[in-house]
């Protein structure tokens, strides 16, 4: 772990060994100053020469403000912290001299307190990822150790003995006064050098007074104000202009843009995102989950925290994660900040990891990204060690998409980038990292000491009424309003340019938003990005035609979205894809026809030119591109699938209406193998979609067709389709289609009763076993969640879709199980016991079952269960209800002594009463918890009014026994 400066060192870093007054000091001092063994009581030698501190300290200031250009960003960043450290501590020797604190030192108190060592201590370093006040908390820390330290000094010398009370007083409180005052003068301090160097604002995060701008423009300002003014390697200028070209590059390619439409340049339309950040290492054990930053402030000025921690040393130690949700802008970023950082001070390499191989080291992907950009092979070793003095800084975008496509973990890629950057440095070529991941994918990730954590927020209604002002500038008005409607798509900047495109085509988005449901939206996004892809061959085509190839492209993208149902996962690799394509549309060559003229291209090809649907690629060594696909936003896939299943049963429903009346049954094979791998309560969105269609369709001809194939569930099957995402055992898949066709009559219906379903009482118990013990377990809470059963006198049972929209854990699933498989002796255990476990919960109502059935001569174990289930009040209270009746009463407060808690007074007072009028002696047990004596004579006017009268009148008599003079 790297640590921070101590004042000798920072003396030194400022060049201080020489200075005149140091010479001096060290003199006067024996060597000690600058050895770096200056004891703590030493420290007051030096107020007899306090104007020649101060003045040193005011000097090695000076001296890097007089070196503030010309120096390389790394020296300037060195010099900075070392100035910071010496501001430290001259405040802290200014507060001490203001209290006056006079003390005779004699050569054997030198001797005691030889073990205090300011000079040695490491001072503190505001960090960038903390508020002012929060870095003020940690100075104020560093003050109350170095007062303590010195009030422990002073104590210990021979003279402090010789003071009276008084003067003991005295000296005690001006040395705790310290820290305030010494508080107050480092903020004098911090502003005087705040105002020259413009890092320091932000690395203590002062507020930034400067015009709001956009584009990460305000981070170019600020570092425009701190540059060192050296002149960039031509490398660098080269890479320099590259960076800034992307300022100018429109938001999407002109091929994607329908005609008409003019696309705002990414510097116009970039909005600074907000974000939230920790730096606590100890709490980044698991960013990926987003109950995780429940509690972590969000921020809105990205600029000046980047400011802070690209010029502090924070930034040397660890690499800095950059996380976000698909779409949320982090390549974007990326580029953003490479375009705006000086060449003459940040020597940028920006590597997009799915261009470089999968199975490279960390050195060989830097150098893949250098030789991208560059044009030429450049060893990193090289391009370290040229840079002309520009902090060299590696952004390695898009780690998530090296996991997604490779299949392989790396948990300790941050680890190895904090190993590398110590390596560095202690070569003298230190380097900053900054990584970028999806927040899904970095579960696990092994985070080094120092690495800082960001999180990109989704767009607040501001910024999107921010973004669409400067579309509106150059197209069509779209109104905020209008697109705020659909928050999920408005709040991801790629989604929200989707919207506005699709905006862009006519009128009809802007005219029918009011009562446009959230499946039309997305049906018409999908139709419109389908038709501009299947019509950009140019080639001519009938209506029928044309309609008839926009389904099949939307049919892939549905076998996409399947896929990933299917096998419940967030993305898809290539391969898997292709096989799901193969089994469900034949689609078993690129080559493919369809309808007259289209020639559509593969699978895998035409997902990526879809907006709505990221392509993640990695390479290997052997140039093999490794692929996987993921929708921008979940609820894409979640139509898709609601889309292909629909369109499934509706076209089985044709087929079974031309059916030949000499076959028994529809031929459901394609049906079973869609709907046999996974169940359809897993997901709402896919329920809610499903109920829209349903709305306006052919109810009862569906519900007929669903209603005989459930009937049918147990008949021997002939055929289960080709299709294979996943392998599952016959009985699994058998379990998983039944279901799914109870929940599509759901859909179709509103409330199903018994024999509508077809089944008996018995028939559903033994159907909800089977899916019970074929499901997995998630899948089954799942039922439990969705399915609500009703008792019916007439018709036996009803059963509807009704999500009761509670989290789902063991206990509750536990106790509502039973009204789902309508199990009698568990509906009647169930609600003998509601109660009960509706205040305690099930584990600490059966551990309470379980004390109540045991003698009290055998409860100790019980009594330790329910502790450990409950371990409060309730254990307390049933620990004092058990003393005197009937059991081991020495062996229970032997045992449980420790483990009182807070307890009731009726509940102790009963209790200790019953062992009383035993004679039971707990003296030698533990008084405290266990006398009476002791809780007579705490008895107040207000405990009195608690007690019940049978207690006052016992206690009463218990006093007289006892001699306890009663106030009461």
């Known amino acids: 772990m790297r640590k921070t400066y101590s004042y000798n060192e920072a003396v030194k870093i400022l060049g201080g060994k020489e200075h005149p007054v140091v010479a001096a000091m060290d003199k006067v001092l024996g060597g000690l100053l600058l050895l770096g063994s200056l004891g703590m009581w030493e420290v007051l030698s030096l107020f007899d020469a306090k104007p020649d501190f101060l003045r040193l300290s005011n000097e090695l200031i000076s001296k ?46 030198r001797e005691l307190v030889a073990r ?33 330290d010195l009030l422990s000094a002073v104590m210990s010398l021979a003279c402090w003995d010789g003071l009276d009370e008084n003067e003991q007083e005295q000296v005690t409180e001006a040395v705790q006064h310290i820290t305030t005052c010494a508080l107050v003068r480092y903020q004098e ?116 925290y980047l400011a802070g921690y690209l010029t502090s040393p924070e930034a040397l130690a660890a690499p800095l994660l950059v996380l ?42 830097i150098e893949c990204g250098l030789h991208t950009l560059l044009h030429e092979p450049v060893s990193w070793a090289d391009f370290s060690r040229n840079t002309g003095g520009a902090l060299p800084l590696v952004v390695l975008d898009g780690f998530d998409e090296l996991l997604q496509a490779t299949g392989v973990s790396q948990t300790r890629y941050l680890t190895i980038i904090a190993e590398f950057q110590q390596r560095l440095e202690d070569m003298g070529r230190p380097t900053v990292f900054v990584v970028t991941s999806r927040l899904s994918v970095c579960a696990g990730l092994e985070m080094p000491w120092h690495t800082q954590v960001v999180r990109l927020m989704p767009f607040s209604d501001g910024q999107v009424r921010s973004w669409l002002e400067v579309w509106n500038s150059v197209n069509r008005p779209l109104p905020a309003e209008t697109v705020l409607r659909y928050p999920d798509l408005a709040s991801q900047p790629l989604l929200l340019l989707m919207l506005a495109l699709y905006d ?68 898809i690799a290539e391969q898997d894809v292709t096989a799901d394509l193969v089994q469900l549309l034949a689609l078993d060559s690129p080559d493919r026809l369809i309808g007259t003229h289209t020639r559509l291209s593969a699978g895998e090809t035409v997902l990526g030119r879809f907006f709505f649907v990221q392509k993640t690629e990695a390479t290997r060594a052997d140039s093999t591109t490794l692929r996987t696909y993921e929708f921008l936003h979940a609820t894409f896939g979640e139509y898709l699938v609601a889309r292909f299943v629909w369109n499934r049963l509706t076209e089985l429903r ?80 058998d379990a998983k289609y039944s279901l799914n066709l109870a929940v599509l009559a759901l859909v179709l219906r509103d409330k199903l009763f018994a024999d509508e379903l077809g089944v008996s009482v018995d028939d559903w118990r033994r159907l909800m076993l ?67 476990t509706s205040q305690c919960g099930i584990i600490v109502t059966s551990a309470l079952i379980n004390l109540m059935a045991t003698p009290v001569d055998r409860c100790v174990p019980a009594l330790m269960e329910l502790y450990e289930a409950e371990g409060d009040v309730m254990f307390s209270r049933e620990l004092f209800s058990r003393l005197g009746t009937g059991g081991d009463d020495v062996e229970l407060m032997e045992q449980f002594s420790y483990l009182v808690d807070r307890v009731h007074i009726n509940d102790k007072m009963e209790g200790l009463l019953r062992l009383h009028d035993l004679g039971v002696h707990v003296n030698d047990i533990d008084p405290e918890t266990f006398s009476l004596v002791g809780l007579l004579e705490r008895l107040d006017q207000k405990i009195l009014q608690k007690l019940r009268p049978d207690l006052v009148k016992r206690a009463r008599r218990a006093a007289e026994e006892l001699g306890v003079e009663l106030t009461w």
């Open 64 to 109: 890097v403000s007089a070196k503030r250009r010309g120096v390389s960003r790394y020296t300037r960043t060195q010099q900075l912290h070392a100035a910071h450290a010496v501001l430290v501590m001259t405040a802290f020797f200014e507060a001490f001299e203001e209290q006056q604190v006079h003390v005779k030192l004699t050569k054997e108190d």
């Open 116 to 148: 205090f060592s300011p000079w040695e201590l490491e001072l503190p370093l505001p960090s960038v990822g903390r508020s002012y006040d929060e870095n003020l908390v940690v100075v104020a820390r560093t003050y109350d150790q170095l007062a303590g």
């Open 189 to 304: 301090l911090l502003g005087q050098l705040a105002a020259e160097f413009p890092e320091i604002r932000f690395w203590c995060s002062i507020e930034d007074g400067r015009s709001v701008r956009k584009a990460l423009a305000r981070l170019e300002d600020v570092l425009s104000e701190t540059t060192t003014d050296l002149m960039p390697e031509v490398r660098l200028a080269e890479l320099a202009g590259a960076y800034r070209g992307a300022l100018r590059r429109s938001l999407v390619k002109s091929t994607e843009v329908p005609d008409g439409v003019r696309i705002p340049s990414l510097s116009d339309a970039y909005v600074d995102p907000r974000f939230q950040v920790v730096t606590d290492t100890d709490r980044a054990l698991a960013p990926s989950l987003l109950a995780w930053w429940d509690d972590v402030p969000v921020r809105d000025d990205f600029y000046a």
């Open 324 to 365: 976000g949700d698909p779409g949320s802008g982090k390549s974007v970023l990326t580029e953003m900040l490479a375009a705006r950082l000086p060449a003459s001070d940040f020597a940028v390499v920006r590597v997009e990891l799915r261009c470089t191989p999968s199975d490279a080291d960390l050195v060989h992907q």
């Open 504 to 571: 862009a085509v006519d009128d009809s988005f802007q005219r029918d938003h009011l009562s446009l449901s959230r499946g039309q939206l997305y049906a018409r996004l999908l139709d419109l990005f389908a038709r501009r892809e299947v019509t950009k061959s140019g080639e001519s085509r009938s209506p029928a035609d044309l309609d008839h190839d926009v389904e099949f492209e939307l049919d892939r993208l549905s076998v996409v979205a399947l896929a990933m149902f299917n096998r419940g996962v967030q993305w």
């Open 654 to 733: 044709e087929e079974d209406r031309a059916r030949s009346k000499r076959k028994a049954s529809a031929d459901d094979t394609e049906l079973y193998a869609v709907l046999s791998y996974m169940a359809l309560v897993t997901s709402k969105p896919v329920l809610d979609f499903l109920r829209e269609f349903a709305a306006k369709s052919d109810r009862e001809g569906l519900f007929d067709l669903v209603s005989r194939l459930f009937a049918a569930r147990d008949e021997t099957r002939k055929q289960r389709g080709d299709y294979s995402p996943v392998a599952l055992p016959d009985s699994v898949r």
């Open 770 to 836: 089977f899916w019970k013990s074929r499901l997995s377990s998630s899948e089954w809470a799942n039922v439990v969640l969705w399915f609500w059963v009703d008792r019916d006198t007439d018709r036996h049972f009803s059963v509807n879709l009704n999500n009761r929209g509670r989290e789902v854990h063991n206990e509750w699933l536990l106790m509502s199980e039973p009204y789902v498989t309508l199990d009698d002796v568990s509906v009647t255990l169930r609600d003998t016991l509601t109660p009960l």
